[in-house]
């Protein structure tokens, strides 16, 4: 039986779709259901109607770019899956996954919530709690993500062969 | 057949509800292309930083891709044998 041993492909396409789709997490949960926060809310509150529709127009960047991440990660696994050397694990996928959204996640807490204060997860008391919240969330979800692909790490079978 | 459709109604409700329809289409549109609303906030927008805002909006995004080509390309090994 053949074997693949090249995670790589593997964990890089699932590090884009995963960081995609959390992005779309962000933006459908948080954003649009929940309205707790927009990209720009802390610099321009949505108190009215010209405010809201500015931060719609970066709210909608946003979700540009994080559509753009998924249509990378998911080019990249299509073509992982025509090579022969690469493992088509579930695991390593599950793991890469949830790495890209959770370093998402921490890297975005960091610089947007942290660093430039762009918006914050949920605005008022406790704030700083949410945000540091946020991150603390995205690094273990990306431990989680670590620890699958080391478990996937045994998995060599190529998609040709399953 | 629009007007068969409605046949059985009381006149009253079915004129109403043209008026009403055509009504809408003739008076202001918050969510439309060209509501002044709508123009006000995209212009401002693009007059207020926007090349900076779109880079901070963009680096988690930018820092991500960064990482994946590392994943693909540093450290690559020669595939090992089976």
Not at chain 1, 45 to 61: H, I, Q, R, T
Not at chain 1, 71 to 98: C, E, F, K, Q
Not at chain 1, 128 to 150: E, H, K, P
Request: hydrophobic share 50%.
């Amino acid at each position: 039986m053949r074997t693949a041993t090249n995670q790589r492909p593997i964990i890089s396409s699932g590090i884009l779709l995963g960081a995609g789709l959390g992005g779309f997490a962000d933006g459908i949960v948080l954003h649009q259901i929940l309205q707790w926060h927009n990209m720009l809310s802390s610099v321009r509150p949505p108190d009215d109607l010209v405010s809201m529709k500015y931060n719609m127009v970066w709210d909608g960047l946003f979700h540009a770019f994080t559509w753009l991440m998924t249509v990378a990660g998911l080019v990249r696994l299509w073509r992982a899956g025509l090579r022969a050397d690469v493992p088509w694990s579930t695991r390593t996928l599950a793991g890469a996954l949830l790495l890209g959204w959770g370093l998402f996640n921490s890297i975005e807490g960091l610089i947007d919530h942290q660093l430039l204060g762009i918006h914050h997860v949920h605005p008022g008391d406790h704030q700083l709690a949410w945000d540091l919240g946020f991150i603390a969330s995205g690094l273990a979800m990306a431990a989680a993500g670590l620890a699958l692909i080391r478990a996937g790490r045994t998995d060599a079978t190529p998609r040709g062969a399953l | 057949m629009v007007v068969a459709a409605y046949r059985g109604m009381p006149r009253t409700i079915v004129s109403a509800a043209i008026v009403a329809g055509l009504n809408s289409l003739t008076s202001p549109c918050w969510a439309c292309p060209s509501c002044p609303i709508g123009v006000t906030a995209r212009e401002q927008v693009w007059s207020s930083g926007f090349a900076q805002q779109l880079a901070i909006v963009l680096a988690p995004f930018l820092l991500l891709s960064a990482l994946c080509v590392a994943v693909e390309s540093v450290g690559a090994r020669p595939d090992r044998k089976p």
